[in-house]
């Protein structure tokens, strides 16, 4: 069993890594403004602002493992730079407390194709989003430009990842590394469910430590 903090582990993406953890037997704690109206079962939820440092520290040197940012780029964390400077906190606490980190990402900072631009440079790709994507790109970049040991993990979703597309729990999927992953007819999915489980699975195993990761069907 892992004791896993999950940093804004009540938006789409977190709420599924907590459910599939807590499933599987580890002790959730999820950090979030507020505590959900329909808790998990199992999951202990805190309350905290994670713009600010000091709560940060207290989240990561308690008595976690793992620490999950799931954060998004949007409304109060919205802005360039902003979340950027938020994650850089929260691995510099991390790497602190020996916790290892990972972190929750988009598609748009995955490569077309091998050595082809990226996905939020496609002319179909949503103009109102790419502000997110190339937020989610510099804590990427961050990362990857970090001098010291910190043990941590990116992970990027397929394109078709969020409530809008739930999809089912599978229990299957494949795993990538830079490029965007697509089935056949060029569908690049996957449920929230079997995005969870490859995270959680990367927690129980790890195997892609220092880099990112993507999953999809």
Known sequence: ??????????????????????????????????????????????????TDASAIERIVSSKADVVVSSLSPRGALAGEGKLAAINATIADAAHAAKVRLGVIGGAGSLQQFEGGPLVSDSPDFPAEIKPEAEEMGRVLTDLRGRGDDLAWFYVSPAGGFGPWQPGEATGTYRLGGDVLLADEAGNSLISGADFALAVVKEIETPAHTGARFTVAY
């Open 1 to 50: 069993m892992a004791h896993i903090t999950i940093i804004g582990g009540t938006g789409y993406a977190g709420s599924h890594i907590a459910q599939t953890a807590a499933d599987r037997g580890h002790d959730v704690t999820v950090i979030a403004r507020s505590t959900p109206e329909a808790p998990i079962a199992g999951v202990t939820y805190r309350e905290a602002d994670v």
